[in-house]
Every structure is written in structure tokens, then in C-alpha cells.
């Protein structure tokens, strides 16, 4: 089955797209969504150009379209169309456990006719990242909303981390939003991201790392 993988560059999207391939799904695109500027993306504040270099490292194409939250559905659904008139049957999504964006999920899914996948619903928060670890991935912390999160900025996911979200009471998935991460190494990688970690950012109440690409 041909499939796109909704991504955003984080831990879940990732881990979502290695669990899909691992049961035989074929992803042959990248879907990110961007903000109105089309320069970054909206929630990890990651460059568009970043992302590209992302889906090159991981040997897939990547389809970006920028949109705002009032038209964010129209522009997903145009899009989705237009790769399924290429083909594409499935989408993959990252999501856990929060109800409402499943049902947002499977309605426009139902709509547009594409399978939706799910790897990770249902699990619990620590095993994801757990796994995510296990499976050799390698992330860190790039945007925030928490002040308490501020000092984790940049800091790498991995089973130290998982232990410090459970002291300060966090979510280790981040998944209503309280942070939000970016990989540059894994099992879905042919080659490793190089990236450096530059100055913060603070834009709507959110704090950002500016990653950039290493040169050379």
C-alpha cells in the first residue's frame, strides 16, 4: 500500500513512519504543513529548508504547503488529492491518544478515500519513547511552550529524559503540545543529519530553537 506520512520532523512522526514500513506499508512522501509565511513550520518552528534536508537524508520526498489554522483543512485536503491522483492510498499520522484529532483524522480520510494508519495510538506515553530509544533514534528537544521546558531546549530524548519529564510531572510525548522535538538520526536515515543548535527564540508565546544545517 502507498502511503504519505503526515510529518512534522518530530519524535512521533518518525517512529510513526518506522512502524508503518516495518508492517509493509510503502511511504513514498513527506507531508508538512507550514505556516502562513511558508518558511517554518508552525508548532516546531523548524525551517522549511531544514525539513527538505531532513526528507533527503531519510531518501523520501517531501510535499510542503503552507496554510493558516482557519484554512488548514481545505489545503490538507487539496493536497491529499493531489497525491492521490499519484497513487497514494494511505496516510500515516503520529497521533496517541487524544480522541478528537482521531476523528479529524478519519473523517477527512473517509472523505478523500485514504486508509488512515495509526501506529502509535493506543500506546503509552513512556513506551513510545522508550521505543523511540530502543530503536536507536536520535532527537532533542526544539521548541517549548513551558518555562519549566526552557532549559531542556536542545536537550537530547533519550532514557535520562523520560526519567526528568516524570520528576517535573510532563508529558514524555509532549503530545498536547508542551514541547515538541527534531530528529536528525535513525533507523528510517540513510545517512545522518548534521545540524547545530542556535540561539532561542521566543514568537507567540513559544519558545524555539533556531536549528540550522552544518555546512561542508
Known amino acids: 500500500m502507498k502511503a504519505f506520512c503526515s510529518f512534522s520532523g518530530g519524535k512521533d512522526s518518525a517512529l510513526s513512519l518506522f512502524l508503518a514500513e516495518k508492517e509493509g506499508v510503502d511511504c513514498e512522501v513527506l507531508l508538512t504543513m507550514l505556516d502562513e509565511k511558508g518558511d517554518r513550520t508552525r508548532s516546531h518552528g523548524i525551517r522549511a529548508s531544514l525539513l527538505s534536508e531532513q526528507a533527503f537524508a531519510i531518501g523520501k520526498r517531501m510535499v510542503q504547503r503552507s496554510t493558516s489554522w482557519e484554512d488548514y483543512e481545505k489545503v490538507f485536503k487539496d493536497v491529499v488529492y493531489s497525491l492521490k491522483e499519484e497513487g497514494i492510498e494511505a496516510g500515516i499520522f503520529g ?34 519513547v522508550k521505543e523511540f530509544v530502543d530503536y536507536s533514534f ?10 519549566v521546558l526552557r532549559p531542556y531546549l536542545g536537550k537530547e530524548i533519550d532514557i535520562e529524559f523520560l526519567r526528568e519529564m516524570r520528576s517535573i510531572s510532563v508529558d514524555p510525548c509532549g503530545e498536547k503540545g508542551e514541547f515538541h522535538t527534531f530528529v536528525y538520526d535513525g533507523p528510517i536515515f540513510k545517512k545522518r543529519l548534521l545540524v547545530e543548535k542556535g540561539e532561542e527564540i521566543c514568537k507567540d508565546g513559544f519558545y ?5 544545517l552544518l555546512e561542508g
Open 138 to 147: 536520535k532527537a532533542f528537544l526544539c521548541a517549548t511552550k513551558l518555562e
Open 95 to 128: 497521533d496517541i491518544d487524544i480522541e478528537e484529532h482521531r476523528i479529524w483524522i478519519e473523517r477527512v480520510c473517509r472523505e478523500l478515500s485514504i486508509v488512515p494508519i495509526l501506529p502509535l495510538w493506543g500506546m503509552k506515553r513512556e513506551d513510545i
Open 208 to 212: 524555539f530553537l533556531d536549528v540550522r
